[in-house]
């Protein structure tokens, strides 16, 4: 047969010499027995389990451990706390941390006390009407949100994602 002509290909009355066809119709029409297995990550892990894997970290007399990150070039955990900056080799394996201290000067802690109203602001400050913010203000400060009450109606806004899309 030359090279150029082609092979007539079945008609709809001519089977294929191939039993794969068949052999895979077989096999996938079988019965299923037993359960396929969920498979949802786990969300959440008792502290007797992860006791053991975990390392733990503090430094007396020093709070708010709130910045966490990673640079994975390094191998190295930055913590970020108030007026410190802690930097730990990963894996951890307990030893002293390098650390930044960086005090304040006392006229940048005034002007950040003057701008979160920390002094007797409240004498600046003419109030005509006080009113609860229960069930209308987030009671933690860090909480991304805010509401208004404002002719009879409550505005609130928010960051979180409450239909988790």
């Known amino acids: 047969m030359p090279a150029s002509a082609a092979r007539p290909l079945p008609g709809p009355g001519q089977l294929t010499a ?5 052999l895979l119709l077989a096999v996938l029409s079988g019965p299923v027995s037993g359960r396929v297995p969920r498979s949802v990550p786990r969300t959440s892990l008792p ?4 006791d ?10 020093t709070y708010n451990y709130s910045v966490l990150l ?4 390094s191998h190295t955990l930055y913590v970020g706390a108030r007026d410190t900056i802690f930097a730990l080799s990963l894996p951890f394996s307990g030893e002293r941390p390098r650390r930044i201290d ?3 000067p006392e006229a940048h802690r005034q ?5 979160g109203k920390k002094e007797d602001v409240s004498r600046f ?6 009113e609860s913010g229960r069930g209308k203000c987030p009671f933690e400060p860090a909480q991304r949100s805010a509401a208004v009450m404002a002719g009879g109606v409550l505005y609130a806004a928010t960051v979180k994602n409450y239909l988790g899309t």
């Open 70 to 73: 990673v640079d994975p070039a």
């Open 52 to 61: 053991s894997c975990l390392t733990r970290f503090a430094v007396p007399h």
């Open 125 to 130: 400050q003419q109030v005509e009407r006080l």
């Open 18 to 22: 191939s039993p794969f066809p068949l």
């Open 111 to 115: 002007n950040c006390r003057k701008k």
């Open 102 to 104: 960086w005090m304040v």
């Open 47 to 50: 502290i007797s389990e992860a």
